[in-house]
T-cell receptor, first 114, second 115 residues
């Protein structure tokens, strides 16, 4: 069956360290993958999109990698800050079916301690 | 732009009652999505529209759920009759271009509690 798994429900790190979040999938052939941030009581906010033929994408302190062989995406936040504390969701879009149809993981709650 | 607007923000209703959730997408966006989020199941797509036409409603859990998009600036999600297991946060999102891998812009959500 198809599955998207984010490595852990919660991740606690110290300010200044690099946070690495994992998104694994099985039985999908994603055309692209997106990462979103969600704060309590709010809707998800788009961060980055990476296509299947791209290995890496960067935006300021954020970096996303996409390995279709390992069926995995890694999301890195360098020099993390307490303000980065939130839940981070990965989302896949697959070939076929309806374009724009995203399938979301359950998210990883990141806590950055000062 | 005000972003995606949803109303109400909170809804508490009794089992068996009809519930209508409303969404105004970002002006100029061609795609609109309805999601449901629970702790158990995460964020699930219910239905999505391109240019006001429903494209994929395979996520709608049962016939009690229906969605409409009468024009480009308004959509509703109706649950009739509501049941306690429908309690969740319902999000509306819009996206600029139909059929393209664009980011989705989410509204603040409607927290529905069915007692």
């Amino acid at each position: 069956s198809q599955k998207i798994e984010q490595n852990s429900e919660a991740l606690n790190i110290q300010e200044g360290k690099t946070a690495t979040l994992t998104c694994n999938y099985t039985n999908y052939s994603p055309a692209y993958l997106q990462w979103y941030r969600q704060d309590p009581g709010r809707g998800p906010v788009f961060l980055l999109l990476i296509r299947e033929n791209e290995k890496e994408k960067r935006k300021e302190r954020l970096k996303v990698t996409f390995d279709t062989t390992l069926k995995q995406s890694l999301f890195h936040i360098t020099a993390s800050q307490p303000a980065d504390s939130a839940t981070y969701l990965c989302a896949l879009a697959t070939y076929g079916g309806s374009q724009g149809n995203l399938i979301f993981g359950k998210g990883t709650k990141l806590s950055v301690k000062p | 732009d005000a972003g995606v607007i949803q109303s109400p923000r909170h809804e508490v209703t009794e089992m068996g009652q009809e519930v209508t959730l409303r969404c105004k997408p970002i002006s100029g966006h061609n795609s609109l999505f309805w999601y449901r989020q629970t702790m158990m199941r995460g964020l699930e797509l219910l239905i999505y529209f391109n240019n006001n036409v429903p494209i994929d409603d395979s996520g709608m859990p049962e016939d009690r759920f229906s969605a409409k998009m009468p024009n480009a600036s308004f959509s509703t999600l109706k649950i009739q009759p509501s049941e306690p297991r429908d309690s969740a946060v319902y999000f509306c999102a819009s996206s600029p271009l139909a059929g393209s891998p664009n980011e989705q812009y989410f509204g603040p959500g409607t927290r529905l509690t069915v007692t």
